[in-house]
């Protein structure tokens, strides 16, 4: 089955600093690749996704980068904020289905 | 805010009891897929029900099972329950056929099991 590895395990940046998380997945035929923020106490939320027939995707201060020969994307936030302290989670689906493989999350802490 | 609600948020159990955890979908989705969330881990799948069969199933033992009804609402039943069932459980709607995978997930269903 697919295997999906994401690193740092845990992060931290000050307030306005760059933060980047990377996951790698072992299919090729994998698809589709979101991320997904988890704050305390909450369900995973859905911030952006990329589809393997696009190279990168932003949408604000979040931005998303797939390189399909490595097998590895990248999530991008600027500007960091506190209130973007939470886990983030990559996920990978393999063809139509809806089963999402997840990473084992990392922790950002934004600090002050 | 997804639309999805799930119920109980919270709930304990003794080893050997049984628990049913119940999901509605978001409005205008077909599929419910259900995950186990441990303590500091990434979601893993338990299976999905689609048209209200089982549309697919991850590494659960069969004591894990599931139900989708006509208005595409969801249960998820766990039999002789375990410590290691101790989870966060959550429930996640999409819509089949679209092949998004766009999956919107509850607030989850916390589980202890003592």
């Known amino acids: 089955g697919e295997n999906v590895e994401q690193h740092p395990s845990t992060l931290s940046v000050q307030e306005g600093d760059s933060a980047v998380i990377k996951c790698t997945y072992s299919d090729s035929a994998s698809n589709y690749f979101p991320w997904y923020k988890q704050e305390l106490g909450k369900g995973p939320q859905l911030i952006i996704d990329?589809?393997?027939?696009?190279g990168e995707k932003k949408d604000q201060r979040i931005a998303v980068t797939l390189n399909k020969t490595a097998k590895h994307f990248s999530l991008h936030i600027t500007e960091t904020q506190p209130e973007d302290s939470a886990v983030y989670f990559c996920?990978?689906?393999?063809?139509?289905?809806?089963?999402?493989?997840f990473g084992t999350g990392t922790r950002l802490q934004v600090t002050l | 805010e997804t639309g999805v609600t799930q119920s109980p948020t919270h709930l304990i159990k003794t080893r050997g009891q049984q628990v049913t955890l119940r999901c509605s979908s978001q409005s205008g989705h077909n599929t419910v897929s259900w995950y186990q969330q441990a303590l500091g881990q990434g979601p893993q799948f338990i299976f999905q029900y689609y048209r209200e069969e089982e549309n697919g199933r991850g590494n659960f033992p069969p004591r894990f099972s599931g139900l989708q009804f006509p208005n595409y609402s969801s249960e998820l039943n766990v039999n002789a329950l375990e410590l290691d069932d101790s989870a966060l459980y959550l429930c996640?709607?999409?819509?089949?056929?679209?092949?998004?995978?766009?999956?919107?997930f509850g607030e989850g269903s916390r589980l202890t099991v003592l």
């Open positions: 990329i589809r393997s027939n696009v």
């Open positions: 996640a709607s999409s819509l089949q056929g679209r092949g998004t995978g766009e999956l919107f």
């Open positions: 996920a990978v689906l393999l063809g139509t289905a809806s089963k999402l493989t």
